[in-house]
């Protein structure tokens, strides 16, 4: 069952991936007004690039990342604020203040931001948080009213193979094969 609907999963990542690129290098500069070819006058051909795309996600990771994101007990009860506390305190070593940032940079590039959190045997930091390029990794949700997630995809593509990890609420697969 978990081959037939990866299947299915990373044929529709795959048709996503071509936009996801395009905006990636879009905003890196390579844009389609360095290709255009002019056909009067062909000596004059100045072309002028003003990267706005980097601009904008500049300016919106700036507005919504002004301070690393954090958790306020809605109670005034001073062993949740002790417990809310901690779970802060752990998020903070787990690297989740850089992660979100990156995830912020991604979904203003592309539209989409994957966030990995993973055990850890460390007792400062019980997990560890990371931020993975959605070109490579993707959520799949149910259609059925509240789109809960069912799974996540982390693919590794090498020359010769493509490498996947999927994870399930109960269970991780790693996988191998060629798409």
């Known amino acids: ?91 903070y070593l787990s690297g989740k203040a850089d992660a979100d940032n990156d995830i912020v940079d991604w979904f203003h590039t592309v539209g989409i931001g994957v966030l990995y959190v993973e055990s850890s045997s460390d007792e400062e930091a019980p997990v560890k948080t990371y931020a993975l390029d959605p070109r490579q990794a993707f959520v799949v949700y149910s259609r059925k009213p509240g789109n809960e997630p069912m799974y996540g995809v982390n693919m590794v593509v090498s020359d010769t193979m493509t490498y996947f990890d999927v994870f399930t609420k109960d269970k991780i697969y790693h996988l191998q094969g060629g798409f």
């Open 1 to 91: 069952n978990i081959l037939v609907e990866l299947t299915y999963a990373v044929q529709a990542h795959l048709r996503n991936l071509s936009e996801e690129e395009y905006l990636y290098w879009y905003r890196r500069g390579i844009q389609p007004v360095l290709e255009k070819k002019k056909l009067v006058r062909e000596e004059i051909n100045n072309k002028v690039l003003q990267n706005l795309a980097t601009e904008i996600v500049t300016f919106k990771d700036g507005y919504f990342l002004s301070q690393p994101t954090f958790y306020v007990a809605r109670k005034n009860n001073k062993s949740l604020t002790s417990k809310v506390n901690k779970l802060n305190d752990y998020l």
